[in-house]
Structures are given as structure tokens and as C-alpha cells.
Nanobody, 120 residues
Framework: QVQLVESGGGLVQAGGSLRLSCAAS????????MRWYRQAPGKQREFVASIISRAITNYADSVKGRFTSSRDNANNTVYLQMNSLKPEDTAVYYC??????????????WGQGTQVTVSS
């Protein structure tokens, strides 16, 4: 009942930037948290960043100072601005959202993922 669509991935050289977007749609009453995860080949999915309520952010140590998460509450969209990208940032990036549906039930949803490739 909640769909997340990510966009903005691509191929970039080391030191470059990308901005990922994740738009949530469906029978949403409110979104409590939106998070970014990533999964590199052969590795487990790992936490990247979160934005809780309207503006409380948290980041993995590996991306602090380089990545910034922001949120457009009116459009249920979260962004991940990624600067100073490194080859080790190469992964599929997934968006996750948790909140409440209009019927009062809680939800948790994942997007389909977007590939980010950083060349050295």
C-alpha cells in the first residue's frame, strides 16, 4: 500500500557527487522515519543515513561529513546528497520508510534500489 521509488543513481568518478531521491506514495497518513541503506556485491546490507520525524538525522561513520539526508515532508520525499564519493561507496542504495497508514495501521516499506557506481 506504500510504494517507494528511488532515483538518481549512476556512474560517477571518485570525488564526484550524486543526489538520490526516494518518493513515497500510497495511503500514507504520516511518515515517522525514512532511512537509506546500501548493499555492495558480496556484502550485507548496511545502514547509511536516516531522517527521523521531520529533521533528526543520523549517519553511518563511513559517510559522515560527506552525505547529507534531507526531507520534503509535503511530498513524502527524502534525498541523499552524496559528496566526495569514493569507490567503496559503490553499492545498490535502498530507501526505507516507516509510518502510519490512513487506516491507522503501521507500515514499513522498501524501495527497489538504485545503483551507485564510483570509479577510481
Amino acid at each position: 500500500q506504500v510504494q517507494l521509488v528511488e532515483s538518481g543513481g549512476g556512474l560517477v568518478q571518485a570525488g564526484g557527487s550524486l543526489r538520490l531521491s526516494c518518493a513515497a506514495s500510497g495511503s500514507i497518513d504520516s511518515i515517522k522515519a525514512m532511512r537509506w541503506y546500501r548493499q555492495a556485491p558480496g556484502k550485507q546490507r548496511e545502514f547509511v543515513a536516516s531522517i527521523i520525524s521531520r529533521a533528526i538525522t543520523n549517519y553511518a561513520d563511513s559517510v559522515k561529513g560527506r552525505f547529507t539526508s534531507s526531507r520534503d515532508n509535503a511530498n513524502n520525499t527524502v534525498y541523499l546528497q552524496m559528496n566526495s564519493l569514493k569507490p567503496e561507496d559503490t553499492a545498490v542504495y535502498y530507501c526505507n520508510a516507516a509510518g502510519t497508514l490512513v487506516d491507522g495501521r503501521s507500515f514499513g516499506s522498501w524501495g527497489q534500489g538504485t545503483q551507485v557506481t564510483v570509479s577510481s
